[in-house]
């Protein structure tokens, strides 16, 4: 029975630390999708980047208002500049998010979980 | 605009804040890339000199401001790890920043806020003059109280003025003399707005004059993110170039309980022993 119960309550520690790692990997993914741009700051997620690529493909590229984080409207002078940098911080941060995510969802100790 | 960040730092009898502000001004400048400037006292830019961290503070800050050291002397008790003690602590001039400053967009932080990610740069060009951060954030998530999240039991949203970002104006100008005012009349704001007065808390006065400079309302946006924290029974493991494993006590056994790898974030330490411990491993990057 105390060989169960210790199994268990290892088991009950792994699982604490890798929900953590998982929570402070999200975080770190919405902290690194903050983007400040033209005195607003945006959230960069698909909603913002399909809007943006929508009004481009509209020919709607110049001196575009659009309403940031805080609900203040901010005008954007170059909307493919803006697209292009929202896109790069996207992928660069999802891509990061998947590898980090892969590593944890790998590790099957508490000490390769927070590399130790 | 010259951008920078700002740290306040008095030593105390017990903690060495001038060494925690030379660690949290090294990785602000690494990480944020933006020059820094220390505000201290006469006494304790003297202990950098004894304890030979000054010429590493030369490296680190960009300017090194010294000014009375502040007549308030609060004490708390402060856990390290299961252990605890009642140390003094010196920080009620938080609100001269502004006159102090040089620069024109300054974010001001807590010595004992250590900086590994860029996500603060984000708000250097933003167009709200004034930002402070809504919330702190527990590290485990689970060990927040009533009083980390408003001021009294009948009071306003807490700030935590960990973080304050703001733009030399005439208009934060009227803020930080609303905060000096309402430090000078501590003990009457805390009649009006029901919080106990026995030490003197910088968040409380800051939430009290962003209260009142946003005419009596919370303003539900225009903030700096919230401040992740580490508590002071947490201890840091270890620590790397981009980050620090930490381990977590336990709210009810009050016992490291479990460990976290914290890589890119930036954290609010409340345990400055643990920052102090780890400090050598940091100057050594200086």
């Known amino acids: ?116 | 605009m010259k951008k920078g960040v700002v740290i306040f730092a008095h030593n105390s009898r017990e903690v060495d804040y001038a060494l925690t502000s030379v660690v949290s001004g090294f990785l602000a400048k690494k990480n944020l890339e933006v020059p820094v400037t220390l505000i201290s006292d006469t006494s304790t830019v003297e202990w950098m000199d004894k304890s030979n961290i000054y010429d590493k503070a030369l490296r680190v800050f960009e300017n090194i401001i010294e000014v009375d050291r502040p007549v308030y002397e609060n004490s708390r008790v402060l856990h390290d790890g299961i252990n605890s003690k009642t140390v003094p602590f010196i920080n009620a001039n938080r609100s001269d920043v502004w006159k102090l400053t040089p620069y024109d967009r300054t974010l001001m932080i807590d010595s004992d806020f250590l900086i590994f990610s860029k996500e603060l740069s984000e708000f250097w060009d933003s167009d709200v003059d004034l930002m402070i951060s809504p919330a702190m954030r527990d590290l485990r998530g689970d060990r927040i109280g009533y009083h980390d999240i408003w001021v009294s039991d009948e009071g306003i949203p807490l700030y935590w003025a960990t973080t304050v970002m703001f733009t030399k104006n005439s208009k934060t100008r009227l803020f930080f003399d609303l905060v000096s005012f309402i430090k000078k009349n501590y003990s009457l704001f805390s009649e009006i707005y029901r919080f106990r007065n026995t030490i003197y808390r910088n968040d409380i006065s800051f939430s009290i004059a962003k209260h009142i400079f946003d005419g009596y309302e919370f303003i539900q946006n225009n903030h700096l993110p919230e401040v992740l924290t580490a508590q002071d029974k947490d201890l840091i493991h270890s620590f790397y170039d981009s980050g620090l494993r930490i381990l977590l006590s336990d709210p009810i056994s009050e016992s490291a309980s479990s460990i976290v790898n914290l890589k890119g974030r930036d954290i609010h330490l409340m345990n400055k022993e643990s920052i102090v411990r780890i400090s050598q491993d940091i100057l050594e990057k200086i």
């Open chain 1, 1 to 116: 029975m105390d060989e169960i119960l210790k199994k268990a309550l290892d088991f009950s520690q792994y699982n604490q630390t890798l929900n953590l790692q998982r929570k402070l990997l999200k975080e770190k993914l919405d902290s690194t999708l903050t983007y400040g741009h033209g005195g607003g700051v945006f959230k960069i997620d698909r909603s913002l980047i399909v809007f943006v690529q929508m009004l481009i493909d509209r020919d709607r590229k110049n001196k575009i208002p659009l309403i940031d984080a805080n609900n203040n409207p901010i005008m954007i002078d170059d909307l493919e500049k803006f697209r292009d940098e929202i896109f790069d911080r996207y992928f660069s941060a999802t891509l990061e998010y998947l590898s980090e995510y892969e590593k944890i969802k790998k590790s099957r100790t508490v000490e390769k979980l927070v590399d130790l």
